[in-house]
């Protein structure tokens, strides 16, 4: 059962933005040492809206021939066209991703019917696991409890859901609906202690990124039942989780990955890199948590 902490990993750029395939290898090598559960590429973290679908790919083969099963590899393939989440869930069938993460089509807004005809017809296609991804800040659309709990005892390979809703009445909600084999992951690293309380096993984070162990001993203390240590850690990140979104995500954790010389930071238009302000910020936050020597 995939639990644990799991990495949005960022997608590594050069200078000229293409993809950085060496520093994309490394970086699941450092993940892999340093006690991530599991890496999700091409995730809203990863860049993917700016991603060619044929870039997309060529990250979901070079993860999961790398990782070489040492890591479970979990490919994000949504669209907000359902043909083209299908296409790439297909792939990362294809290829052997272990699992694939499809986020509710953004822009178009689609009914909760849309919505739950969407992931059928993309789960009733493949056999490789599917998880669920709401974030309505991203979207516009709000992947609701009812809907949730009829896609997944419609589909049988998908297997749970990543909430960033951010809202823990709609989350605890979804768990007094399924059954004990759904998997919860928070999306929201500020409030994974209070949703791994209603049942989540882990996190789809992005503070994982910069600090992998101590997010992996949150998670892993609090399934363990060390409830004060994973409260302990939870508060100890605060002030870097929310750092890291001083600025549109990803843009403050690929600055604080190129400070800690893991990266360039390189970004694709229309991101753009942050303020002389901000940057100073996150390099105060960096030197806080001494990040900038532990590389």
């Known amino acids: 059962m995939l639990k644990g902490s799991i990495v949005a990993l960022v997608t590594p750029f050069e200078s000229d933005n293409e993809i950085n395939i060496e520093k994309l290898k490394d970086l699941i090598d450092w993940h892999i040492e340093n006690s991530t559960d599991g890496i999700l590429v091409c995730g809203t973290t990863g860049e993917s ?68 005809q969407h992931f059928k017809t993309i789960a009733d296609s493949v056999s490789i696991p599917i998880i669920m991804y709401n974030v309505p800040s991203r979207t516009g659309t709000n992947l609701l409890p009812d809907t949730v709990l009829n896609i997944y005892k419609d589909c049988s390979n998908v297997v749970g859901v990543k909430e960033a809703s951010g809202c823990l009445d709609q989350i605890t909600k979804i768990m007094t609906l399924v059954d004990e084999k759904f998997l919860l992951f928070s999306g929201s690293d500020e409030i994974t202690l209070p949703i791994l309380a209603v049942g989540g096993v882990g996190g789809i984070s992005v503070v994982a990124n910069i600090m992998p162990k101590d997010n992996h001993n949150l998670i892993k203390n609090f399934l363990e039942g060390n409830y004060t240590e994973a409260k302990k850690i939870q508060l100890y990140l605060y002030d870097m989780i929310k750092g890291l979104f001083i600025d549109t995500n990803p843009v403050p954790v690929k600055t604080s990955l190129g400070l800690m010389g893991m990266i360039e930071t390189n970004l694709r238009l229309p991101l753009y890199k942050m303020s002389d302000i901000n940057i100073e910020k996150i390099t105060g936050l960096l030197k806080k948590y001494n990040l900038l020597t532990a590389i």
Request: hydrophobic share 35%; glycine share 6%; charged share 25%.
């Open 49 to 116: 809206a700016t991603l060619s679908h044929q870039e997309h790919k060529k990250i979901i083969q070079v993860a999961v021939e790398h990782a070489k099963k040492r890591i479970p590899i979990i490919a994000g393939c949504g669209s907000n066209s359902t043909k083209e989440a299908l296409d790439l869930t297909r792939y990362a069938e294809k290829v052997g991703a272990d699992y694939a993460l499809i986020i509710t089509p953004y822009y178009n807004k689609p009914s909760q019917e849309g919505l739950y």
